[in-house]
């Protein structure tokens, strides 16, 4: 009986966290991200120290959504949440925003 009932907290247990983990990941994908790379047609030719805050905050918003703590590789929580680095993203935005300036007639 024990052993069921612990069975059954485990389970719990990991739904919530895997429903709440999911939850927080969306979350910073929707919105947080989102405010992150606003501007990328501007961010491309942006000084070294703003890229630098841009990526201490999806660091920060990352370290939140998966529960990691401070000393853990950030690539790695990119690595698990399915996100790409922040420099990287404004470079692909940077991209697509000058493709469809271009076919603007």
């Given amino acids: 009986m024990y052993i ?10 990991i739904y919530i966290y895997i ?3 999911s939850t927080l990941n969306l979350t910073y ?7 992150i790379t606003y501007s990328c047609g501007s961010l491309v030719t942006a000084q070294q120290h703003t890229l630098q805050l841009l990526e201490r905050a999806q660091n920060q918003a990352l370290r939140l959504t998966t529960g990691a703590v ?8 990119l690595f698990t949440t399915g996100n ?6 404004i470079k692909e935005k940077a991209v697509l ?3 469809k300036l271009l076919r603007i007639p």
């Fill in 97 to 99: 925003l000058n493709e």
């Fill in 4 to 13: 069921y009932c612990m069975y059954i907290y485990i389970c719990i247990y």
């Fill in 29 to 35: 994908q929707k919105y947080i991200l989102l405010v």
């Fill in 84 to 89: 790409k680095p922040i420099l990287e993203l």
């Fill in 70 to 77: 401070k000393t853990s590789p950030i690539d790695a929580t």
């Fill in 19 to 21: 429903h709440i983990y």
